[in-house]
């Protein structure tokens, strides 16, 4: 089953159990964050807390991108789910390795490799 949605600054879709969300906007500040949390969290209480974020379009992440990522690791270790995170560019990277966040959830440079991770 494939259902797609899309939000101002995300697109979701579904593929064989994984909600992939793919954030559609270049810039990850705190209305962004809050616009994409959201509507990622209304997606997966339908069972969906395998969560992937394409963050291939994101340039600039603020602290809210990484407030909304732990809330979406929280949430799906709540669900026995996890989240994979693909795509970053090396500053974002750069980032989430010096605060250690990156230890919390998967890290893969491509969609591809995320989506494999979770064995799609």
Sequence with gaps: MLAMAEAT??????TRGV????LTTNSLSDYESRVIGDQIQK???KGLWNIVLDFKQVEFMASAGI???????????????????????????????????????TITP???????????
């Excluded at 026995?80 to 230890?103: C, R």
């Design 9 to 14: 600054h995300v697109r979701t879709e579904v």
């Design 19 to 22: 909600l992939v969300a793919t």
């Design 43 to 45: 997606e997966a209480p």
């Design 67 to 105: 407030g909304m990522i732990l809330t979406l690791v929280h949430g799906a270790k709540a669900q026995k789910g996890k989240i994979v995170v693909a795509s970053l560019n090396d500053e974002i990277l750069k980032v989430l390795k010096m605060t250690k966040v990156d230890k919390l959830f």
């Design 110 to 120: 491509t969609l591809a490799e995320a989506m494999s991770k979770m064995g799609v």
